[in-house]
């Protein structure tokens, strides 16, 4: 009975071993072939994880490949190796749709020991278009250390590359905050410079002139920001042979003359099929070169002969300007008369920074705009056809001022009465959808020119059109007029040091007037922040860093006990034979 005993129990540990040689081999084998496999299953209740259908026809299309290169790589902070893993992530499961026609890789941009080297390296990718963020790190033996990261990627396709941004940059908000912005847009902003490299045509942007419209120069920083996605145009409107729908959007910059019946014809019947078009508009013109010598001016009314036109459309844009609490600040010369000028930045009520819209694609995630001297919407009509969304708005304390009006910069020594500034939330821009009237309707349009093989319509194709009661909203500050002049960048305040989100809303609100293939979306796409409680770190912080190192042990040590007592129960149990 002891042999018995003994056989029975070796066969027993053999069989014990064979199965655990089995299970090993097995895990071993499936380990190898998911190497040849992507899967991930996304059990978050946001999808952060899963591509958009947008993304996935895109990827499925593509005729040749997509080759990535990122420059997050090498020693950086924690935030920004969150970033690196996200943006692996996202080109993962990209590949996975897309196969060999999507490839990336990452390079640390500071790699190179030769100072010199580097830094020329340093500025072809600033020439590039990608922006450099300068990262501060104490050191361990005391001082600081800065390092240079490039948060930046560059897509190339065939001959064509395009490089990207992908870490927001909103003083308003911390750095987790900006962070998680970056990774919420990572999708959008990919997928658009991808949809623009691989689109067979370049659409095409037109600058409206010939009514007194912001120069060259004014719009020269939001036109080299177009100019890589789109061809950039200005020009007059044709009114012998109208040629306006070869563009995509046309934007009318801050008109100060009258349009003729016959271009707004043209400009009418482009809208009616399918055109897009961004205005931007003073209701009211203020002379500002009599503020800039102290003197006071007189605010009246700027009629472009469009009135008509967009009341037609939905809207309205008031000729009015107010005064907002929620401002940006302007230079006042604060030395006393024949002493030298000595300027103060001091609030200035007309120089109001506008809210955007949190829940829309357009104005999601962006900085206050800076407007100067801005008009007022409302809308108008009550036709089921035209979807209206108001994009930006003033601030809660805003107040109306009707013109002709007189304006001073002595305004500023006067203290706001907060019970006055309470018509809240005026409307400055507004995004109209739908099939819109045409304002010739009922009219005699024979005399007016018609594109060839075109005929006048009354109502309008499905397209939108963004109306802002602002012109200066697009206009960049320039730097030494003449021989040498400099634009700086548009939305940029160097008397509060920090760029406003003017730039993003326009191309926004451009890149949306375009979009066919439905990306847009993607930049509601919310990933909730999980912040840490710092008060509560601060209470128990101890206490659970102590459970994280003690109760990993801990579970080892109960798992083995177990393990033992169940083997000894299993095999040490002995056997009765009769």
């Known amino acids: ?39 991930r299953l996304d059990l978050t209740a946001d999808k952060r994880y899963t591509l958009s259908e947008p993304t996935r026809s895109l990827l499925k299309d593509l005729d040749k490949q997509v080759f990535i290169r990122v420059y997050l790589e090498g020693d950086m902070p924690i935030g920004l190796k969150r970033m690196r893993r996200s943006i692996k992530e996202m080109l993962d499961e990209m590949r996975v749709v897309a196969g060999s026609r999507l490839a990336y890789d990452f390079v640390n941009p500071s790699e190179e020991k030769d100072a010199r080297l580097r830094q020329e390296f340093h500025n072809s990718l600033m020439e ?222 007309y120089y109001p920074l506008l809210a955007p819209r949190k ?48 304006i001073s910069l002595r305004q500023i020594d006067e203290k706001p009465v907060q019970e006055e500034y309470n018509q809240s939330f005026q409307t400055v821009s507004l995004l109209m959808e739908g099939k819109f009237q045409s304002v010739f309707t009922h009219r005699m349009t024979g005399k007016y020119a018609l594109p060839p093989g075109k005929t006048f319509r009354e109502q309008s194709l499905p397209t939108a059109m963004i109306v802002v009661a602002d012109g200066d909203l697009i206009r960049n500050e320039v730097r030494g007029r003449g021989s040498n002049p400099h634009p700086l960048p548009l939305g940029y305040d160097r008397y509060m040091q920090q760029t406003f989100g003017n730039k993003d809303f326009l191309m926004n609100a451009v890149n949306y007037l375009t979009d066919d293939a439905g990306l847009m979306p993607l930049r509601v796409r919310e990933l909730r922040l999980l912040l840490l409680d710092r008060a509560r770190i601060m209470e128990s912080g101890t206490f659970w860093k102590t459970c994280n190192l003690v109760a990993p042990v801990l579970l080892v040590v109960l798992f083995g006990v177990l393990v033992n007592i169940i083997r000894k129960r299993k095999y040490g149990r002995p056997e009765k034979f009769g």
Request: contains cysteine; neutral net charge; aromatic residues 10%.
């Open 1 to 39: 009975m002891v042999i018995m005993k003994k056989m029975w129990k070796n066969n027993q540990a053999r069989r014990s071993v064979s199965q655990l040689l089995m299970a090993v081999v097995a895990i071993l084998l499936l380990g190898y072939l998911s190497s040849f496999v992507y899967f």
């Open 128 to 349: 590039k278009g990608l922006k450099p963020v300068d990262v501060v790190e104490s050191k361990q033996e005391g001082g600081t250390d800065t390092r240079r990261v490039f948060p930046g990627v560059i897509i190339h396709y065939g001959s064509k590359n395009i490089a990207v941004n992908l870490l927001s940059n909103n003083p308003v908000l911390s750095s987790e905050e900006n962070l998680n912005q970056s990774l919420q847009a990572l999708e959008y902003k990919l997928m658009h410079a991808i949809s623009s490299l691989v689109a067979d045509t370049v659409k095409k942007v037109a600058f409206v002139e010939g009514h007194g419209e912001l120069g060259y120069l004014d719009v020269l920083d939001i036109t080299d920001e177009l100019a890589r996605y789109y061809e950039v145009y200005r020009g007059f409107i044709d009114t012998q042979s109208p040629n306006l729908d070869e563009y995509a959007v046309v934007i009318v910059a801050r008109p100060t003359g009258k349009f003729t019946e016959e271009e707004k014809f043209i400009l009418d019947q482009y809208i009616m099929n399918g055109g897009k078009v961004l205005w931007l508009i003073d209701a009211v013109t203020v002379n500002r070169d009599s503020l800039s010598t102290g003197e006071t001016t007189l605010a009246l009314v700027n009629e472009t002969n469009l009135e008509d036109m967009l009341f037609r459309y939905g809207a309205r844009v008031n000729p009015v300007l107010f005064k907002d609490l929620q401002c940006a600040l302007i230079p006042v010369n604060t030395a006393p008369a024949g002493e030298q000028p000595r300027f103060v930045p001091a609030p200035w009520p």
């Open 359 to 406: 829940d829309h694609p357009i104005t999601r995630n962006l900085n206050f705009i800076k407007a100067e001297y801005s008009g007022t919407i409302d809308t108008v009509g009550t036709s089921q056809a035209v979807r209206k969304t108001v994009l930006l708005v003033s601030s809660r304390y805003a107040r109306l001022v009707r013109v002709p009006s007189f």
